[in-house]
């Protein structure tokens, strides 16, 4: 009997095993420094990320006829892909962030872990950025959009973000995929 994926440390679990066994069988493959060609590409380590969070998932009680994994999709048009931003205009701003014509931005996760359906269960939401391309204001806007995500007050409710991080410019040894940090309730947290 595998245990129901109810629990932010569960959740948490997911995430970890994941990105340890990408640590152990994928850093070195996806996280090459660049080389001209454009080194490592953040869509191809999401979707690496998501195949080991549907193996992790096997540990849990997760019925995989259900269970859906928000691909690394920048053009998806799902309400659980898209979420207008209109509501949040001053936080968007804060971050430096232009708006589009109509005064909205759309914002796409880059890992979600969620059930099928609106308003379906929404369990893990991940912001993944390359150590190359973390400026501040790209990160502020990945800290934005997890807090609205996990916030009880917004829609999604997603029960646990996290911000990751994809060490490509270190030594071989330390490059690697890192939680920098965890998100509930709207707000950064230690270990959930």
Same mark, same amino acid.
């Given at each position: 009997m595998h245990e129901p994926l109810t629990h932010p440390k569960l959740i948490r679990d997911v995430l970890c095993r994941a990105i340890a066994q990408f640590n152990a069988t994928d850093a070195k493959a996806l996280l090459k420094p660049g080389n001209g060609s454009g080194g490592p590409n953040e869509p191809a380590i999401g979707t690496q990320l998501i195949t080991r969070i549907v193996d992790a998932l096997?540990? &849990? =009680?997760?019925?995989?006829?259900?269970? #859906?994994?928000? !691909?690394?999709?920048?053009?998806?048009d799902d309400r659980k892909f898209l979420y207008k931003m209109e509501a949040y205009r001053k936080e968007i701003e804060a971050a430096k962030r232009e708006l589009d014509p109509e005064g909205k931005l759309a914002i796409f996760p880059d890992i979600i872990v969620h059930?099928?359906?609106?308003?379906?269960?929404? &369990?893990?939401?991940?912001?993944?950025?390359?150590?190359?391309?973390?400026?501040? #204001?790209?990160?502020?806007?990945?800290?934005?959009? @997890? *807090?609205?995500? !996990? *916030?009880? =007050?917004?829609? @999604?409710?997603?029960?646990?973000? #996290? +911000?990751?991080?994809?060490?490509?410019? #270190?030594? +071989? %040894?330390?490059? %690697?995929? +890192?939680?920098? *940090?965890?998100? %509930? %309730?709207? *707000?950064?947290?230690?270990?959930p």
């Open positions: 096997r540990h &849990y =009680d997760v019925p995989e006829y259900v269970f #859906a994994i928000g !691909t690394y999709n920048r053009f998806g059930e099928f359906g609106a308003p379906g269960p929404n &369990y893990l939401v991940v912001e993944l950025k390359k150590d190359s391309n973390a400026g501040k #204001a790209l990160v502020e806007l990945d800290h934005i959009k @997890l *807090s609205c995500m !996990t *916030s009880p =007050d917004r829609p @999604l409710k997603y029960i646990l973000g #996290a +911000e990751v991080r994809a060490h490509d410019v #270190a030594n +071989e %040894q330390k490059r %690697q995929l +890192e939680v920098l *940090s965890w998100w %509930q %309730q709207g *707000s950064k947290v230690g270990e």
